[in-house]
């Protein structure tokens, strides 16, 4: 036993200096790579960051230059690149292969995210509550509510693109198409047929599915880069055709004076009949926007919860089973071509929903609304969030929607850096700098792992 300890110590030992040496030789390479880094930083930031444009004395444009912070950006992105690889190089790597075989992260974040799951629930339906208190009214806290209509909103797409995505393993870049769609369908039916909003609601959602089997049919046979270049020109086309059929949808005008949604028939008016009147209540514009704010939050938790169950049913087994291997799965006998048009044909149903209310909520719609951008930013909720978590999709959502907003507000940043420091300007920045962050420390998203939908026999310890 003693013989065994020395061996083992002697072993250490002699390893120890010859990982040394390999550190020291990988160290001019390591800084040559980190200036390389620094550099392209420098070729980016000098038609971004380098000058800074303001209105001059006449009518022209005046250049700022801010090369200091050019600088501070240069140098961060060095030591940031130097720190990465001297942390998570082939050397750090090895040693700890074996702790990382017996101590993984991920349980842990797991079981992080069952309990984030209640507590965002129970702050979500508590919101309006929150924001009024802390606010000191209900107006007040207006800006609180609607913040949380647009992270619900995302967070119903991100679960919807999920179930493609996620759950199928189908690339799909040109989702907002299905959101425009289901838009546009309110847009149209209530203002040409006068249409209420709960008959619409469905309505737009089977038209953005009929869209959703359009679009799964040409791409049976695509995966990967192919799959992706067509999803993505299937959602410029219908924005192209959205700006050019001037006739129908009123081109890149959009469509006004949409129709607001009622509580059941009784509209949020402050004359006879209205909510206020109907509930004894003093009328408040506040009222609409509640009503709109629970009316996302169900909707999101339907996706949810339809998302789970259709996991446990063969149907979303099957789904799993096409992402992780098409060939395995036709060996089985699953049909996936109705697996494939059904994913699609879902996941197109929520975007028409959430598109519905998009409409409702702004009265107007136009093609500018639905850009690659809004299809890139669900994208990166769903890789960021841990593909196939729900709750994880939710997290993400919640960060990349509800953060940049908030980074408007941030004023005091202006005590540090001088008064003519914008907190906007660097919003998309930090937010691609966090992005970057997050893809090399956990590249499969905030909760990678999750329970099994079917056990076979017993739970597992």
């Known amino acids: 036993m003693a013989q065994g300890s020395t061996t083992h110590g002697s072993t250490i030992g002699a390893v120890s200096p010859t990982v040394g040496r390999r550190s020291a030789a990988a160290l001019p390479e390591m800084l040559k790579d980190s200036a390389l880094f620094a550099l392209v930083t420098l070729g980016l930031s000098i038609p971004v960051v380098a000058y800074r444009t303001d209105l001059g004395q006449g009518t022209g444009l005046e250049l700022t230059g801010r090369w200091g912070v050019v600088a501070g950006l240069c140098l961060a992105v060095f030591v940031l690149r130097l720190g990465q690889r001297l942390l998570l190089g082939e050397v750090a790597r090895r040693r700890e292969a074996h702790r990382l075989a017996t101590v993984d992260a991920a349980p842990v974040v797991a079981r992080a995210g069952r309990v984030l799951g209640p507590l965002t629930l129970a702050v979500a339906l508590t919101l309006p509550l929150l924001a009024t208190l802390g606010s000191g009214g209900l107006s007040e806290g207006r800006y609180w509510i609607d913040l949380g209509i647009l992270i619900l909103t995302y967070v119903m797409l991100g679960w919807g693109l999920n179930i493609v995505v996620g759950l ?38 089977l038209f953005a599915a009929a869209f959703g089997v359009l679009l ?123 697996t494939k048009l059904t994913a699609f044909a879902l996941g197109a149903m929520f975007a028409g929903f959430a598109g519905s209310f998009f409409a409702v909520r702004q009265g107007f719609v136009s093609p500018e609304s639905f850009n690659f951008l809004e299809s890139a930013i669900i994208l990166a909720i769903v890789v960021l969030g841990g593909m196939g978590s729900q709750v994880g999709v939710a997290i993400a959502a919640i960060v990349m929607v509800g953060a940049p907003e908030l980074l408007r507000n941030l004023s005091f940043l202006k005590a540090v850096f001088g008064e003519g420091f914008d907190p906007n300007e660097y919003r998309l920045l930090l937010f691609g700098l966090a992005m970057v962050c997050m893809m090399v420390w956990r590249p499969r998203g905030l909760i990678s792992e999750r329970s099994p939908s079917v056990r076979l026999g017993g739970r597992t310890a």
């Open 168 to 205: 199928a393993g189908l690339l799909d870049l040109g989702y907002v198409a299905f959101y425009a769609v289901g838009a546009y369908s309110y847009a149209l039916l209530s203002t040409v047929f006068g249409l209420s909003f709960w008959i619409c609601l469905p309505l737009a959602g």
């Open 216 to 338: 799964g049919f040409p791409v049976l046979r695509l995966r990967g880069d192919y799959l992706a270049i067509v999803t993505l020109a299937f959602g410029e086309i219908i924005r192209l055709v959205l700006i050019n059929w001037v006739d129908f949808s009123g081109g890149a005008a959009g469509l006004s004076s949409i129709p607001r949604a009622s509580f059941f028939g009784i509209p949020f008016t402050a004359g006879e009949g209205g909510f206020a009147q109907t509930f004894g209540l003093s009328f408040s514009p506040m009222h609409r926007i509640v009503f709109l704010y629970y009316l996302i939050l169900v909707l999101a938790l339907i996706t949810n919860l339809v998302t789970l169950r259709m996991r446990r049913l063969p149907l979303g087994r099957a789904w799993e089973a096409l992402r992780e291997d098409e060939i395995a799965c036709r060996s089985l006998g699953i049909d996936t071509t109705m």
